[in-house]
């Protein structure tokens, strides 16, 4: 009995520290719901908070073409033009993009210019929005005052969303400032005023952007705008009132405190039975051991990020594959996928949406390949997969899924990304092959496909081989010919109508010690993919100024690439070469492609204004066969248009060829920027250029690439 009385103790103290452990996690569970309900709203709120900061500047960044513009300057400043402003302010913001109201202000601050709701309107109809705009004209003339502001900044915006009318709109203010040469009156420049709703807009955006429920836009007093409540603000009135973006928020511990709470009550009722849970924790401890060791295996064979086989397992599986091919006839495949361009995701969104990227590709391959197939990441953007019992169209059909699989835009949680990406493809009919020379040569595959333009497949071919050594070994001899001063330059003249020379053009030359020339057309596009452009363009440019120093009145034009442009410090390495050199910069032309002006950067933009400020001039190379727009050339400060050779080499007898050169003739003198046509091999075609109104020439017929001597030397014979 005694022992009895002892067991019933015994077992009523394991129930009742059973109870209380229970009690005890119950009352842990309900303090982490409520603060993972709290983590998921502020989360909520501040992705809601960066998403209208960013809509903000997309506004801002919307207005820039017609804020930075000298002809907004003459036409809003310098003398008003109703008309003009009707126009390209009115019809551009009120009607093409969609402003709500737009109003331009006088350098004085008086309404001059007004257009609410699709109409022109009278301009002291701004009475209505003044007090909402005083403060925000305030900023922007307070940041025009201080000169180092406005240099700093490429365009002066201050917005604040107000109520006008019961209704939220976001005004902006805007400073209309020069591009290049206008200059203002007086003292101040004239404003430009526009204001969008925001209701429906940001309302529906960030619902569908954050899934956010019940979203809507209020206005609330001091005393409701409560932080623990979903909301963020978008601004606060005068009266000390507050429009907010509220939304009901997800609360995930809630629901999980929902679904836990019967469990809690059961487990509560079987406190009694402790001795049975004992026995329970103890077997759930020995099992948790297991598992344990079983997910430390499972790490040591995956990626930590993806949950994909890692290189040591995809290793172990080719090993078995290459096996399992000795013994049974088919085909062994494997492909090598690289993403293109990911770098650029990493610099410009972030790591941890590089690492968004990369789950959201491993989601992707698991959904196309086969579950007998194995998906490795080998590392940064490197994956593979090996697929056995297949055949070269099965292979090629993968990849190709693969690719189509892998293209188009991807959302994450800062915004889009675009994404493709090359496939290597390698398949064996046998296992004569070791397993490490296949994922060679799908590698070397994966080189080809990268090469050939991205965005798609190759196949590995033996001849592959011999050209990638070739291309390595050319890329090992132009680093020592850069490093050993191998590169030479020529220089092709550019004349007038009469022949007489007015400039030359610096081109970039290499004489193989074995292999003899090297066409540019062959080491350009090398240098650009290994990273050496800048390299072979400061070896030109620096050899370009010694050389410009021996002629007098000679324009000398040298080509920058899109690379080099992007480069930060670009600009300062011209400095440096200058002076080093003691060259000056208004002697040269840079000549730069569409695809630099295609990337329309903040830093390409303020690359090529220092240029200019140094006394650089500026070319548009092969204009026409790109995608160059007018807003290009009137945002960019260019001197000078080259016509491509492929519209000169049809002339005269081309119709096609010879309206797209006149209208580049006729482009190029209303914008009051010069032309050169390059290409020009017989005298037809330069009799017809000249009639169109060309003012300068290029090529064989005027003359072939020549040493900086024979250069000097047809001058003086000119003389």
């Known amino acids: 009995m005694d022992r009895r009385n002892i067991e019933l103790k015994i077992f009523g103290l394991i129930a009742g520290v059973a109870a209380g452990v229970i009690l005890l996690a119950g009352f842990a569970l309900i303090i982490a719901t409520r603060h993972a309900d709290i983590r998921e709203r502020e989360y909520e709120q501040t992705l809601v908070g960066n998403g209208l900061r960013q809509r903000a500047r997309e506004v801002q960044t919307a207005l820039n073409p017609y804020v930075i513009w000298d002809e907004a300057v003459i036409k809003l400043d310098n003398q008003f033009d109703r008309e003009w402003a009707r126009q390209n302010i009115?019809?551009?913001?009120?009607?093409?993009?969609?402003?709500?109201?737009?109003?331009?202000?006088?350098?004085?601050?008086?309404?001059?210019?007004?257009?609410v709701n699709g109409h022109d309107v009278a301009p002291d109809a701004y009475?209505?929005?003044?007090?909402?705009?005083?403060?925000?004209?305030?900023?922007?003339?307070?940041?025009?005052?201080?000169?180092r502001q406005v240099a700093a900044l490429r365009a002066v915006h201050k917005s604040r969303v107000e109520l006008i009318g019961g209704?939220?709109?976001?005004?902006?203010?805007?400073?209309?400032?020069?591009?290049l040469k206008a200059k203002t009156r007086g003292e101040h420049a004239p404003l430009l005023v526009t204001g969008v709703p925001v209701a429906n807009t940001v309302v529906k955006a960030f619902s569908d952007r954050f899934l956010l429920q019940h979203a809507h836009i209020g206005v609330v007093t001091a005393a409701q705008f409560k932080t623990d409540d979903a909301q963020v603000q978008l601004s606060r009135i005068a009266d000390g009132r507050r429009i907010v973006l509220r939304w009901t928020p997800r609360k995930p511990g809630e629901e999980l405190l929902r679904s836990a709470t019967p469990m809690l009550g059961t487990a509560l009722v079987a406190a009694v039975l402790g001795a049975w849970l004992l026995f329970r924790v103890t077997r759930r401890a020995a099992k948790k051991l297991?598992?344990?060791?079983?997910?430390?295996?499972?790490?040591?064979?995956?990626?930590?990020?993806?949950?994909?086989?890692?290189?040591?397992?995809?290793?172990?599986?080719?090993?078995?594959?290459?096996?399992?091919?000795r013994r049974k006839?088919?085909?062994?495949?494997?492909?090598?996928?690289?993403?293109?361009?990911?770098?650029?995701?990493?610099?410009?969104?972030?790591?941890?949406?590089?690492?968004?990227?990369?789950?959201?590709?491993?989601?992707?391959?698991?959904?196309?390949?086969?579950?007998?197939?194995t998906i490795c990441r080998l590392g940064g953007d490197e994956f593979a997969v090996i697929q056995p019992d297949t055949n070269p169209a099965g292979a090629a059909t993968l990849a190709q899924r693969?690719?189509?699989?892998?293209?188009?835009?991807?959302?994450?949680?800062?915004?889009r990304a675009q994404l493709s990406c090359s496939v290597g493809v390698a398949v064996v009919p046998d296992a004569e092959q070791g397993q490490a020379e296949l994922l060679r040569q799908a590698d070397v595959a994966l080189y080809r496909a990268k090469e050939a333009g991205r965005g798609r497949f190759a196949f590995f071919e033996p001849e592959m081989d011999a050209a990638l050594r070739l291309r390595k070994g050319l890329e090992r001899d132009l680093r020592t010919a850069l490093e050993n001063d191998g590169l030479k330059v020529a220089y092709q003249p550019l004349t007038d109508a009469k022949g007489v020379i007015v400039g030359v053009e610096a081109l970039a030359r290499w004489t193989h010690p074995e292999r003899g020339d090297i066409a540019p057309a062959i080491f350009i596009p090398l240098a650009e993919s290994c990273g050496l452009i800048g390299a072979v363009g400061s070896a030109v440019f620096r050899r370009a100024c010694y050389d410009s120093l021996r002629w007098s009145g000679l324009e000398v034009s040298v080509n920058v690439s899109a690379i080099q442009l992007s480069n930060p410090g670009f600009v300062d390495e011209m400095v440096a070469v200058l002076a080093e050199t003691g060259a000056r910069a208004d002697v040269f032309m840079l000549e730069i492609t569409e695809t630099a002006l295609l990337k329309d950067s903040d830093g390409v933009h303020e690359a090529l204004r220092r240029l200019k400020r140094l006394g650089f001039r500026l070319a548009l190379d092969d204009f026409g066969t790109?995608?160059?727009?007018?807003?290009y050339l009137r945002r960019h400060p260019i001197d000078k248009l080259k016509i491509d050779r492929s519209f000169v080499a049809s002339l005269p007898g081309n119709g096609e060829s010879l309206a797209v050169a006149k209208a580049i003739v006729s482009l190029a003198r209303s914008l009051g920027l010069k032309t050169t046509a390059e290409g020009v091999e017989t005298q037809a075609q330069m009799d017809c250029l000249v009639k169109l109104g060309c003012a300068e020439f290029q090529g064989f017929l005027l003359g072939r690439p020549m040493s900086a001597d024979a250069i000097a030397g047809a001058r003086e014979l000119a003389r």
């Open 167 to 179: 209704e939220p709109v976001l005004i902006t203010v805007s400073l209309i400032r020069p591009d």
């Open 626 to 631: 790109g995608y160059a727009s007018l807003a």
């Open 329 to 373: 006839p088919g085909h062994l495949g494997v492909l090598c996928i690289d993403l293109d361009r990911f770098k650029e995701v990493n610099d410009t969104y972030g790591h941890d949406a590089g690492d968004q990227l990369i789950r959201e590709v491993a989601r992707r391959l698991k959904a196309i390949c086969r579950e007998t197939d």
């Open 127 to 147: 009475g209505r929005y003044a007090a909402q705009t005083a403060r925000l004209v305030t900023e922007v003339r307070r940041i025009e005052a201080d000169p």
């Open 402 to 415: 693969i690719v189509e699989g892998l293209s188009g835009e991807v959302d994450l949680t800062i915004g």
């Open 290 to 325: 297991l598992l344990s060791e079983a997910e430390a295996k499972h790490l040591s064979l995956h990626d930590p990020l993806t949950g994909l086989a890692n290189r040591t397992l995809f290793t172990d599986r080719l090993v078995h594959a290459h096996a399992v091919l």
């Open 90 to 115: 009115g019809a551009s913001l009120g009607g093409a993009l969609g402003y709500r109201v737009v109003f331009v202000l006088d350098r004085e601050g008086a309404p001059i210019y007004g257009h």
